[in-house]
């Protein structure tokens, strides 16, 4: 008897249904949960052995359970991302001093420049002191406030997205002048549609002149993909956003006089009526 006892003992410890991260494939459970979960001896905090029994063990049971059958919604989304990361990162060419696009690095910065808000600002700001028409002050004054409404509006949704860019480079001094700070959405590609739709509809310029316009504000939103500096997204959203800003801005248009109130004040040669 104590040698068969012995024998006993030694089988089930040899047995590999035995050991501790195995043992819930020889307990009866619920079939809509994965006995993956189980199948570890690690435990999550909190929770307690199957064996105490009671709601708390049934409880443990349903949070280790497995979720099988995501929706479809979260699965396209998912899929969408991954996809715009990956070509994002691959059309990041110019994003290092080393590659095929680093010899166009320059070149693409500078164009990536000419849709910052600091030049944009500052021009607009020296043609309205220069400037001697009622028409012209008009154009500029609406010009200024489209600017300043692109740049707080880009700036309010990055702070609140807060995306970073597919190869996460910390932002320059320039950046931080004009609160360019977070990927998502594209302030350039915002800005360079918004201006350029605005100078289309208010300039009058030939046809050379207009597809020029076209064809800059479409490669400034990428190359800031080039530059490693935004997804594809960012700079669709970003597209998308500067006709927003356009059409905002052309249905609340300041007229002549109210124009000319705004540089009054500006100038400190504003005399209110009393």
């Given at each position: 008897m104590p040698s068969s006892q012995t024998r006993s003992r030694a089988r089930d410890r040899n047995d590999v249904l035995n050991r501790p991260e195995f043992l819930s494939l020889n307990q009866r459970s619920n079939p809509l949960c994965s006995t993956l979960s189980h199948q570890t001896p690690f435990k999550k905090r909190g929770s307690r052995d199957s064996?105490?029994?009671?709601?708390?063990?049934?409880?443990?049971?349903?949070?280790?359970?497995?979720?099988?059958?995501?929706?479809?919604?979260?699965?396209a989304i998912n899929s969408?991302?991954?996809?715009?990361?990956?070509?994002?990162k691959r059309l990041g060419v110019c994003a290092g001093t080393r590659g095929s696009g680093a010899p166009l690095r320059s070149m693409v910065t500078l164009l990536?420049?000419?849709?910052?808000?600091?030049?944009?600002?500052?021009?607009?700001?020296?043609?309205?002191?220069?400037?001697?028409?009622?028409?012209?002050?008009?154009?500029?004054?609406?010009?200024?406030?489209?600017?300043i409404l692109d740049l707080m509006t880009v700036a309010g949704m990055q702070k609140l997205v807060k995306r970073r860019g597919p190869w996460?480079?910390?932002?320059?001094?320039?950046?931080?002048?004009?609160?360019d700070t977070y990927s998502f959405p594209a302030a350039h590609a915002s800005r360079a549609v918004m201006v350029s739709k605005f100078l289309l509809t208010h300039l009058v310029l030939a046809v050379p002149l207009r597809i020029l316009l076209y064809l800059w504000a479409v490669l400034v939103g990428v190359s800031r993909v080039l530059l490693g500096k935004h997804h594809l997204s960012d700079v669709g959203c970003g597209f998308a956003l500067g006709?927003?800003?356009?059409?905002?801005?052309?249905?609340?248009?300041?007229?002549?006089?109210?124009?000319q109130t705004l540089i009054s004040i500006g100038t400190l040669r504003w005399t209110p009526l009393v």
């Open positions: 064996s105490e029994g009671g709601p708390a063990a049934d409880g443990g049971v349903k949070e280790d359970c497995m979720q099988l059958n995501p929706s479809f919604r979260g699965i969408l991302l991954a996809i715009d990361i990956s070509l994002s990536a420049l000419s849709g910052h808000a600091l030049p944009w600002l500052c021009g607009t700001l020296i043609c309205l002191w220069s400037s001697n028409t009622l028409a012209g002050q008009e154009v500029l004054v609406n010009l200024l406030l489209a600017l996460d480079f910390p932002p320059g001094f320039l950046d931080y002048i004009a609160m006709f927003l800003h356009f059409s905002l801005v052309e249905s609340v248009w300041l007229d002549s006089s109210t124009c």
